[in-house]
């Protein structure tokens, strides 16, 4: 969402690639779909009909990626106690594929859409999305911040929270009134915080990297040159 864009015949190459991991979910939902070369570059001169009717499919394959996220955010949350971080970023995959699932529909919805309902649930997700994100972080975080030594990676890591949770209290500033989203913006503040603190006391790769060859070459034997 936030990466420049090249337009390629109307497109961005962040809108195509949206488009591909979009198709790829609904192909996992209508597997009769896999192999018939149907893709996001043929979707682009498609008529408005037959866009609108992709719709559900594209609705179906958002609540099954949903579903997919919650489970993978509670993995991640085990697995970060035992510092292990494969969870952590399948968990991050799929909120992209859950963007790009978003970005599409909004698309193929458009200002006046056919169903009313079609952009009810696209904002439910997207919201529920945000808040899983939020509150799974502050899970992360407190996880985190029981281990007394931050294993090497750490760092670079979880960096990444801390641009999705500014980028978050961004768009949640303006709507802070609304029912239920000042609690969130609070779990948010608070997740931002402690990463903050961890992230800044976690060792830097590339610094732990240098102080180790520094460490190694102080130990070898001096060469002669002949």
Known sequence: MFCGAWPISGQSRLEIAWGVMANASISRDRGS????????????????????????????????????????????????????????????????????????????????????????????????????????CLKFSYALSATPLMPIGARETFIHELEMLRTAREQLTPIREEEGVASLVDELDMALMILEEIVDRAP???????????????????????
Not at 103 to 131: F, H
Not at 204 to 226: F, M, Q, Y
């Open 33 to 136: 779909r896999a192999g018939s070369g149907e893709g996001w570059f043929g979707a682009l001169s498609e008529p408005q009909g037959r866009r609108a009717a992709q719709i559900p499919d594209l609705l179906s394959a958002l609540a099954r990626v949903h579903g997919e996220a919650q489970a993978l955010a509670g993995r991640a949350y085990e697995a970060i106690q035992h510092h292990a971080y494969d969870p952590y970023r399948q968990f991050c995959e799929k909120r992209a594929e859950h963007a790009a699932l978003i970005s599409v529909l909004r698309g193929r919805i458009g200002p006046k859409p056919e169903r009313p309902e079609w952009s009810a649930t696209t904002d439910k997700y997207d919201r529920a999305l945000l808040t899983l994100s939020i509150q799974a």
């Open 204 to 226: 830097r790769a590339r610094r732990v990297l240098n102080a180790t060859c520094r460490g190694a070459a102080a130990r070898s034997p001096p060469r002669h040159i002949r």
